[in-house]
Structure formats: structure tokens, C-alpha cells
């Protein structure tokens, strides 16, 4: 990020602002790296000067993802850097022309002009250039929507087919060397971001629900094809909710084993799930928790915010610190999935916990591919037991809910963005410091020594004493950030991935309300039959509960979640500090009084 | 010091590394100053993006001068500022060639072989890359005693006529905007230096003590004259030592007030002057601390370290806060001269503090200016009670205070550069990050109030309480280096002082070493007699018994000064966390427990 003149004899590097190198070593201690530049040479580069690039994973999942502060997690074990990414998401044009799409965020009044997307996606995200970030959500959103795609058909390959991107040596261990090849790529971020999630996507298009058929179908049907499920929606104190299942569980994911196939050739992790409730265990590679994910994106994408996993990354070094921190957000992600009364509840997510042998997996796996109660179609599962809303009171619930999400976004990029900034502080030139202050007190205790004056080996012993003091602050301030300002980061970035997918559901909401908006015009024009648009706003009015519905859900858990790490983070940071104190009392009671 | 880009409509000023801007403002708040660049854009730039030059004062006062820390200390309440400046000293030759000054520091075997001089030299001194440094006295004694100018006798001019220049607001003003005109000198920084050092060496050359026939005459003469001071040097327990004074006293300075002269032309600021043993009051300008440093200095200046007196300053704007600082300076000042045995009961020193009136003040200036007993001559005041030295233990004892004073030297500035950089990141970005904390937290807070779901006003109360806590936190840390840091950095600071005069005290005794060792050939030849060695034997006993004496009163001065110091630091440390410990807790107890 900024130029770094190298200090002759010091092992350093020299890098100007813009130059690229690969960090060889990401932590040598005391805040500096060990890196290489295009020239071949190494040596140590303060890790403040310096921005960490993930570099490997293709990304781009369409919903809901967190990318952009992951990256800097990420960068705890990454391997790529650059110095300054102008983060500029790229912003494509919204072209989309066909009336459908006018439940698109910025063409509705109430949603801050029609400045919310932009805004919302010029954001800039730290390091976040050339990932397909959150904010790229609203025109990921647009363009499903905007220009939908024929249905498809459920995908028809086997997933031993798939790609093993992730698991994969071949694919993983030169990406992660050859940088360089990459660089040509980086002003076309979204490029890069969009080649992986034209693949992802993909299963969003193969979906009547998603496209504007499905919206359509819903709104628009005679009756509605009786579901063999029913998600109820029951109004409760706090106004309309869930209905929460009488025993809860958790899933426990543990054990993350090396396994192989092909004769070797291919490896993979995979992980032990147990259930809390059951106890029985089930393995599954991260290739199928994506699975998961993309069957419940396609579900309740529009209805519940589903966060994306934790990215995709390739391992190196630091494999055994990547998959800690890898299973330690698959099960924060695990956790909150079983924590919601609709998704733990559906069958996808049932058998993916429980089915019993590989056949049964299957066999549920390709059911659940087949599931066509998807999209919007989620809402025709769904009967509030309650009158049903007028058009008003949908549009300003459904504002409300979007302005809310949009500034608590906000507020939690600011969180992240000063986090990380405090992490990289803490962890770099402030324990550097100490350090230093530690040293030059017992430089100074030695000189004294050597005074030959009588009589001052308790003051000498006393500063040498100070001086270890300071050193062990350097230490505890570097590693406070793991025990305090993770879990706040930690706890945000889960909020981030869930805000990210609001833009989604917001604009399916809004294409609905819109839909009927116009619908006057059809009944005036015989398109449709006054009881056609008394069924549409019956089905608006569903969708209004539905997202009433989650919002109490979400804001109950929001509540929880911040009360809770907050009150971790005053705490640790309050012993932290106390344990400082008690430090100097210990090497200020050393010193003689004179 | 390094490149930073402004962000667009955020006020802020690009400057690139190298650049020199005017500080037009010096703390905007939050790490930022004000400046203005060449093409006199003004915007903001973060202090830590930049190297404080102070600009104005001429200086390079040839004894003791820490002038390079003493410039971080002025640029608490400086102007200018550079970006990097590479600090080289700009070491001239020392082409002294006259035998006589090979008590030069470098030609001596015990010395560091010879490289001391250099070394000490080539430190790096932040922002002192303008500045006569302590570093240059090896140059300045060199060339003082290499190149010895004749005895031009006594100023004769009255101190009326003395330029006013700190107080003349003609001569500050336009210094203080004309930055500029000096830029192009930047290279020449000794030469700079220089304009003012001859002004100030002149009095050093005007005495035959310090030059080469004091030293003749110190060192041959048959028989010295008896002077009317007697200095005694007595065995104590911890050696040879000075002897005390039954009762000591301390001097306040106070009360600092603006005069004028010439109608009002002329401008200064007075001080009083209380002893504490008299309880009498004295009044003094700024340059008549200057006369009386150059007086002890000439009398006293090769037996005794004299610091230079806190540095001429312009003034600007902050005049409050700079007078303030320098009469604390001035106080620290004078306690030092106060403390000490020989300085505190000599006549100069006496009647600066206890003249009756303004013709007894100008009487005792007129004498103290004609006392022949300065320089070399000092040590024929000085009869130690106790069997002279041989020239080994004379020659060692010389070397080893040679070897603390340097090593002491590089261990305090060792620590004045951590403390520099330490009380940057305290006052500068540190509670930037705790303040953007502080407001992310209250944000959030802010956005979980819009929600609408109920029962949250609690939590929200308390991410708002905890965010102004860290707010507070900034606010803490940016106050307390003026708690603890300010004082071990001042003690630093007063010490690199003292240590900085132990250039020409070394150098004094070692060519009077020197020219003993080359006495044997004098005698050989019958230039002298075997008697004549004999008393220069004596008489660098003498000098020898005169250096232990002062290096403990030294070091027994170092031991509590050290020690009060350290234990200020860490008990104000201690209770600096304490405090933030005790805010964080308080903050902790207002979130409802769930």
C-alpha cells in the first residue's frame, strides 16, 4: 500500500506502492512478512505495508456473500499479496428493460432513488477487487431476473463429476504460485468473479422459482398446487413468526480427515457431522456442505437470507491453520442453519444430516435436485393465520425492511472495515513497538551496568525487569485480537453474509408489490379477472408475513448474537487490560525507593 | 515519509514521499494535520504520513546540544514538516594535523579504534538532518582545539546590543511563513548550523583555555598561579568526589512576562528567579540564561558537563505553550546547575541569582567576562586530596568513561527514538482507531434503534454507552503521554544533554594524556625537565581525580534520576490501564444479561 525503502543489512525488501509479490513466509514475527518480488528477491516487508490478496479460490456465489471482509480472513493464512487494490466493484449496467424487472431496487420510489443499488455497490470493500462481492448481489440479481433463462432441467451429472476445485492438488498448488498469470485479470474483477458464478448461478436458472415464470406462476394461478409441505406462519407477541420446533438441535462438525481418490490422484477433506439430537454421525466434503447450499439458496433464497459458505481456498502451508478456520465457519454456518425453524425443518437439510448410507444420499440428493417448490414458489407453501394486508402496508413493511438491512450493512462494513484496520495494529507495529521499548530499556540497564558506580544493581535488575515487562505486553497485545476482536469480526462477517442476500429477497418482494401495481391495468384491460388480482394480493400479502416472519427471526438472533459478543469482547478486552496493569504494578514493585 | 493518496472529496491533500508542505494547521484532531503544498493546495494529511522539521531557530550551539530529540519535542508545537528526511550528518573531514590535537578522539587505540568519532557521528538522528547535532562536537571540538584562534579578549560589547533574535518578532514572524527560502540550504544543514555555531564558539575562542596555550600552560607551567577558587576533590565512599555544600538550594523559575524596549519595537519575555534558600527574587531574559550558559560552559565546560539551554524557538501561534515548555525547560535547567557542587557555589553562578541591582548585575557580568581561570586552567583550581594517578590508571579511567558516555549516549537515544515513535502512534492514529471504534459502535447502535422489533432499547443503550467508552479510550490515550511519556522522554533528553558535552571533556583529557606520553622525547631532547613531566604528571592526576569526581556525581544523579523516572512511567502506565480497564467494565455491566 505504501512505498518501503528497505533498510540496507536488514533482510528487508524494498516495494513501491502497486508492486505485487508473493508472500513466502506471512508472519515472521513482529509484523513483518517475508516476501518475493517479480525479481526474484526476498526479504521482510512490514505486513502493514502491504495488502493481503487471496489469490485461488474462483468465487462469486450468488447470494448473500460475504466476500469482501472474508478476504482479510482469509489474508490471516493467505498467500498472495499486492500493494493497494483500488477496489472498484465494476459496476455493470442494469439493462434490464422487460416490465417484470421493475421490482428492481432503484426503480422504486421509497428505495433512496434509485441510487440504492449504486450506492450500496460502489461501496468500496477493502481488497475486494477482484471478487464478485456482495454488493455485486443487486445486478447478480438483476440479471437472473432481468433475463431469464429457459428451465433447464435438473442437473444431470453425477456429482462424482464435479469439478473438485477445491479438494483438488492439481488445481490448488500452482494457483497458488503462479500469481502472475492472474494479474492480467485483475482490472476485470467481475470477470474473473463471474466465470465462476455463471457457474453458480446456473442451478438459479434451472429453477422456474427463480425466473419470471415462477413469479407469474405464483401470483397468477388459478390455485395454487396444493404442497406436500406447509411452512406456517403464526402471529406471536412480536407480531408475525415462524413456528419454532418444540426440540432444537445443533450439528457438530468435527474431525476433518484427509481422504483420497482416483488411486490418490485426488484428495479431499472430510468432515465428521454429529447431531445433537441424534447423535449419529455423517461425513461430508466441502463440496457437498456446497451442495447444501445452493439447494437452500434456490428454496428459501427469496424468502430467508441463506449465507454462503465460507470461500473456497487453497490450501498451502498453512493447511492445518486454513482447515481449523474453515471448520470453525462451516460450523458457525451449520449452527445457524439448524437454528431456523423453516430451513432445519426441510427435508433437503434433514437428509443431509441424517441418511443412513450412501444410496439413501443419493437417493435424497437427487430428490431434492427435483424439488420444484422453489423461488418464489417457497410462498405458495406458506398460509399465515392472519387477514390478509393491504398494498400499503406491504410496500412500507417491505421499505422498511430494505432500509434497515441496507443501513445495518453499512454499519457492519464500518465495523469490519475498523476491525481490520485494529487487527492489523494490534497484531503489526503496536507489539512491534512495545517491543522496542522493552529492548531500549534493557539496552539502558546494560549500559548502567557497566557503569562500575556501586550500588545500582537493584535499579539495573529493575529496568532489565521493565524492560522484559514491555516485551511481554508486544506478546499480549499481538495475540489479544484472537481472543476478543475475532469474535466480533467473526460475528459481523456472519451478518454481512446474511445482509448480503437481502437485496435478493427485497427485490423479489418489490417485483411482486409491482406486479400487482400494474395489475389494474390488466383487469381494466380484461387481461386478467378481478379475482385474478384478488389472489395476487392474497399472495403479496403471504410474502409480507413471510418476510415479517424471518425479519423477527433474524432481529431476535441479531439481538442475541451482538449482546453476546460485545459483552465477550468488553470483557477480554477489560482482563486484557487488567492484566497489563498488574504487569507494571509487578515491575513497577522491582524498583528501589529512594 | 511516505505516499498518501487523498481521498476525493474528503478534504485531504496528496503528498508523495519526499514532498515538503507547510503545516498549516498541526492538529486538525484524529492524526491530521493541515498543510499546504507547493502549489498551495491545502488539504488534510495524517501526522504519521509525515516527518515534523521545525524550521526557524538557528542553532548548533557547540557543547552538549541534544538538538536532534529536542526537535521532536518542538514539533509538539512546530510549523513546517518534510516528508523523510534522510538524516546524514554530513560528516567534514578533520583535517587537524598539529600534534596537539591528538587527544583527537579516533587516533587513540582504547577509542574504538578510531572509528568512534565516526560512529558516534553517523548515527541517524530523526529530523536532525538540519541541525549542529550533538554528533558534530566531535567536529566542533576538533576544529575549536585543532585550529586554535587567538585571544581576542573579552566582549566589549554591552549586552544591549546583543542581537534579540528569539525575541525580536521581526526576526521570527517571516521565518515562521518563509519556509521556502531555506530549502535550498536543506542540503547544507551543517552549514546552517554553522552560521550560529561560530556565533556561539566564538566566546570558547576567545580564552586560552580552550585553546592550545591553555593547555601548555595548564600542563608546563612551573608553578601555577594560586587561584582565589578553590575546587576540592575528596575520597568518598564510592571514590573521588566533589565536596558538597552543608545546605543546597533550588531556584523557581516563574512568572514569565512579556516586556518591551525601543517603544515597544522589541519585544521579550522575563522570567523570575527565586532561591529557595534566600527566598529573594531575581528577573532574567531568555539571553541572560545564554550568557550564563556560555560562561559555565567556557569556565567549566572541559571538567563538567554544561547542557545547552532549552532551544531558541520562534513563536507563533502556540506562543503560551512554547513559553511553557521552555520555562520548564529553563526550570530543569537551572535545578541541574543548582544540583551540582562546583556550578551552584561559583561566583558567576552566585551573583546571576543574588544581585542586588542592575549595576551589580553589570559589574558581575564585567568580571565574570574577564575570569582567565576557564578552559584547561579550571583544573588548576582543583587539588585532590590523595596520591596521584600513573598514567596507566589514568589513561584507563579515561577510556572506560569514554566507553559509558558513548554507550549511554547510543542507549538514551535509542530510547528517545522509540519514545518518539511510540508517543506519535499514542497521540496520532492509536485513538484514531479507538474514536472509529467508538463510532462504529454507536452507528450500529443507531441502526438497531430503526428496527422496530421490541425490547431492544437496552442493548442499544449499551453499544451506544460502550461505544462512547471507546471515544473516552481515545481521549485517554491520547492524553497520557503528556502523563508519563513527557517525563522519561524529558529526563532522556536532559541526559543526551549532558552526555553530548562528554566529546570535549574526553577530549581534553586525552590530549593532555597525549602530550604527557610525548614528554618523554621533550625530556630526551632537554626541552623540559625531568621536573616539568613530573607536575604534567601530576597535573593529569588531577584532571583524572576532576573526571571520577564528576562521574559520580554523575551517575549518583542518573541512578535517582533513572529510577524516579522509570517508576513514574510505570506507575502512571499502570493506572492508565487500570482506568481503561475499570471503563470497560462499566461499560460491560449495562448490557442485560439473556
Not at 86 to 111: E, I, M, R, T, Y
Not at 218 to 233: F, R, V
Not at 527 to 550: C, F, G, W
Request: aromatic share 10%.
Amino acid at each position: 500500500m505504501y512505498d518501503f525503502a528497505a533498510e540496507p543489512g536488514n533482510n528487508e525488501l524494498t516495494v513501491s506502492e502497486g508492486e505485487i509479490i508473493v508472500i513466502t513466509n506471512p508472519d515472521v514475527g513482529g509484523g513483518w512478512l517475508e516476501g518475493k518480488n517479480s525479481q526474484g528477491e526476498r526479504g521482510l516487508v512490514p505486513t502493514d505495508y502491504v495488502e493481503i490478496i487471496t489469490e485461488g479460490a474462483k468465487d462469486g456465489i450468488s447470494c448473500g456473500n460475504s466476500l469482501a471482509d472474508q478476504a482479510f480472513f482469509d489474508s490471516l493464512s493467505s498467500n498472495t499479496t499486492q500493494t493497494n487494490s483500488a477496489a472498484k466493484s465494476g459496476n455493470q449496467a442494469n439493462n434490464a428493460s422487460d416490465p417484470w424487472s421493475s421490482w428492481n431496487v432503484g426503480k422504486s420510489g421509497n428505495w433512496d432513488n434509485g441510487n440504492a443499488a449504486d450506492s450500496w455497490a460502489t461501496k468500496p470493500e477493502s481488497a475486494a477487487g477482484q471478487r464478485n462481492s456482495a454488493s455485486n448481489n443487486w445486478e447478480a440479481a438483476a440479471t437472473t431476473f432481468g433475463h431469464p433463462q429457459a428451465y433447464q432441467g435438473p442437473a444431470a451429472a453425477d456429482d462424482d463429476d464435479w469439478d473438485d476445485d477445491w479438494d483438488d492438488p492439481k488445481s490448488t498448488s500452482p494457483s497458488y504460485l503462479g500469481y502472475k498469470e492472474n494479474e492480467a485479470s485483475e482490472a476485470g474483477g467481475v470477470q474473473r468473479g463471474n466465470s465462476r458464478a455463471a457457474a453458480m448461478k446456473l442451478p438459479l436458472n434451472k429453477f422456474p422459482g427463480f425466473a419470471k415464470p415462477g413469479m407469474e406462476q405464483y401470483l397468477l394461478a388459478k390455485q395454487l398446487a396444493k404442497p406436500k409441505e406447509k411452512i406456517s406462519i403464526i402471529i406471536g407477541d412480536y407480531g408475525p413468526m415462524w413456528v419454532y420446533p418444540t426440540s432444537t438441535f445443533d450439528c457438530v462438525v468435527a474431525d476433518p480427515k484427509k481422504g483420497s481418490k482416483m488411486y490418490g490422484l485426488k484428495s479431499y477433506i472430510e468432515y465428521q457431522l454429529t447431531c445433537t439430537n441424534t447423535n449419529r454421525s455423517v461425513n461430508h466434503r466441502y463440496k457437498h456442505f456446497d451442495w447444501l447450499y445452493e439447494r437452500l439458496l434456490v428454496k428459501f433464497g427469496l424468502a430467508i437470507p441463506i449465507p454462503s459458505l465460507p470461500d473456497k481456498q487453497v490450501t498451502g502451508r498453512f493447511e492445518e491453520e486454513f482447515i481449523k478456520m474453515r471448520m470453525e465457519r462451516l460450523q458457525a454456518w451449520m449452527t445457524r442453519m439448524c437454528r431456523h425453524p423453516v430451513v432445519s425443518e426441510s427435508e433437503v437439510f434433514q437428509q443431509f444430516l441424517n441418511f443412513r448410507d450412501e444410496k439413501e444420499w443419493k437417493t435424497g440428493k437427487r430428490k431434492a435436485e427435483k424439488d420444484e417448490t422453489v423461488g418464489v414458489l417457497i410462498f405458495s407453501t406458506m398460509e399465515p393465520e392472519a387477514p390478509d394486508l393491504d398494498m400499503v402496508e406491504i410496500e412500507q413493511k417491505c421499505d422498511a425492511v430494505g432500509r434497515f438491512t441496507k443501513a445495518m450493512d453499512d454499519g457492519v462494513k464500518e465495523l469490519l472495515t475498523v476491525g481490520q484496520e485494529h487487527w492489523k495494529r494490534c497484531t503489526g507495529p503496536l507489539p512491534k513497538e512495545y517491543q522496542k521499548i522493552g529492548k531500549a530499556l534493557q539496552s539502558l540497564a546494560l549500559v548502567f551496568s557497566t557503569s562500575g558506580y556501586q550500588g545500582e544493581s537493584d535499579l539495573n535488575g529493575a529496568i532489565t525487569e521493565a524492560g522484559k515487562t514491555y516485551e511481554e505486553i508486544a506478546s499480549l497485545v499481538a495475540d489479544q485480537p484472537k481472543k476478543d476482536l475475532h469474535f466480533l469480526m467473526e460475528t459481523n462477517h456472519e451478518y454481512k453474509g446474511f445482509l448480503g442476500c437481502f437485496p435478493d429477497i427485497i427485490g423479489a418482494h418489490k417485483g411482486a408489490i409491482e406486479r400487482v401495481k400494474e395489475s389494474d391495468k390488466l383487469v381494466a384491460t380484461s387481461k386478467i379477472t378481478p379475482q385474478d388480482k384478488q389472489n395476487m394480493v392474497k399472495r403479496v400479502s403471504t410474502m409480507a408475513y413471510a418476510l415479517q416472519a424471518e425479519m423477527n427471526h433474524f432481529h431476535s438472533n441479531r439481538i442475541y448474537d451482538y449482546n453476546s459478543v460485545i459483552r465477550l469482547y468488553l470483557e477480554q478486552q477489560a482482563q486484557f487490560y487488567e492484566t497489563i496493569a498488574q504487569k507494571l504494578r509487578q515491575a513497577l514493585s522491582r524498583f528501589p525507593v529512594m
